[in-house]
């Protein structure tokens, strides 16, 4: 989990937290005085976490200070580091001036995904190899918040185009790209279920209810939708006027031993 800035007035300074499930206590195991943590994601082993670190004004101080526009985001860069879950062996393992975030460790823990916004307007989605340090480019679009399937044959991302955030699959090699929403507002913050049979995610598709009367959002808060894995059987989980967001599964007990689709 991600602690947020002591302090609203200097927005730095977030710290990664390590909880045992059933307790209220939480090791520190990462902070940095100068810049925020984004986004932590454990390995499918749990033998590491990694993460992005950068400022990160846009969503530590975003409602204080502006909203970014997509030629803004670089933000003056960003990275992606790895460390193990007691604090030891953090690394940077991306350079450059790119704001680089919201990593994904494929299945085998040999790869991730994370998404990259260039200081020349150049974004998507690209894949680093752990063990080569290659990088490919997976995606080209203004794309964000991608994770690797359980069953490694899909990257689920949400994408901006036409004005509102859609969710999106690609295959590891850049190949079969397919939208598998479409719908009036926002789609996104999407999670997949452990089996990789469903993903969950936040859609503000039924517009304003009783916030509208005493917030200034500048968007209906959101509901939790279910589909399948291909944007077949969607269904609406909750329905009231606070904001759903960012949900995740319980992780299985063992992983999907397969690739094949039902």
């Known amino acids: 989990m991600t602690g947020r800035p002591p302090n609203p007035a200097r927005p730095f300074g977030s710290s990664i ?4 499930s059933g307790t209220d206590k939480g090791d520190v195991i990462y902070k940095d005085e100068a810049r925020n943590v984004l986004a932590p994601q454990w390995s499918s082993r749990g033998d590491a976490i990694i993460f ?14 502006r909203f970014v526009k997509p030629g803004q985001r670089a933000e003056g860069g960003a990275q992606i580091a790895i460390i193990n879950p007691d604090g030891s062996g953090f690394r940077e393992i991306t350079s450059g001036p790119e704001n680089s975030a919201f990593p994904s460790m494929a299945p085998d823990g040999t ?3 994370y998404r990259s916004f260039g200081p020349d307007g150049t974004n998507g989605l690209k894949i680093m190899n752990l063990e080569t340090k290659a990088v490919t480019r997976l995606t080209s679009g203004y794309d964000n918040f991608p994770l690797w399937s359980p069953r490694g044959d899909l990257i689920m ?3 901006l185009a036409a004005g509102s955030y859609e969710i999106w699959t690609v295959k590891p090699d850049g190949s079969g790209a397919r939208q598998l929403t479409s719908t009036r507002g926002n789609d996104s913050h999407q999670g997949w279920s452990p089996d990789g049979e469903h993903i969950v995610f936040a859609s503000s598709r039924m517009g304003f209810k009783d916030e509208a009367i005493y917030t200034d959002a500048p968007q209906p808060y959101g509901e939790i939708f279910v589909m399948r894995f291909d944007g077949t059987g ?7 006027q606070w904001e759903e967001g960012t949900p995740a599964w319980k992780p ?7 690739v094949q689709r039902r």
Not at 17 to 20: E, P, R, S
Not at 234 to 240: G, R, S
């Open 234 to 240: 969607v269904e609406q989980l909750t329905d009231n």
């Open 252 to 258: 299985a007990s063992r992983p999907p031993t397969s």
């Open 111 to 113: 790869r991730f995904v």
């Open 157 to 159: 991302f949400s994408r």
């Open 52 to 65: 992005s670190v950068g400022d990160f004004q846009a969503f530590f101080n975003g409602m204080s200070s």
């Open 17 to 20: 937290v390590v909880a045992a």
